[in-house]
């Protein structure tokens, strides 16, 4: 049984936060975002923002902060390591079927790896 009162809720929350706030940076033109829209299928920026794809990230960031931060609870840091590379495998698949460069599918994989950092070192610190 898993009790969730044991988590370090402090560090999921922060980790998420950090996470998501490293997507905008991340996709943005100070860093990957024209060579994401480029590799993409040049995918342009919406008019506005798209809140429903948003609060799906943020959904998907808070599962993996939860899965790392139940591993930190548990000792199990090679099962969250595990995890982490599993999402990153399965988006870069995706994005390799639906024929992203291979620049773009980096970028794409290479988020949720440095996002998984984030959130371990946020069980670290916290």
Not at 4 to 19: D, E, K, M, Q, R
Not at 46 to 71: N, W, Y
């Amino acid at each position: 049984m898993i009790e969730v009162t044991a988590l370090n809720w402090p560090a999921v929350i922060a980790g998420t936060i950090a996470a998501f706030a490293l997507g905008m940076v991340w996709f943005s033109p100070m860093l990957f975002g024209k060579a994401w829209s480029t590799g993409s299928h040049d995918i342009q920026p919406p008019d506005s923002p798209p809140v429903a794809a948003m609060v799906v990230q943020l959904a998907g960031t808070f599962a993996l902060a939860l899965v790392i931060g139940l591993t930190e609870t548990y000792q199990a840091i090679g099962a969250a390591i595990t995890a982490i590379l599993a999402a990153a495998i399965l988006v870069a698949g995706m994005d390799l079927f639906s024929q992203k460069t291979g620049k773009a599918t980096m970028i794409d994989a290479s988020y949720i790896v440095v996002s998984g950092v984030l959130m371990i070192a946020a069980q670290a610190l916290l």
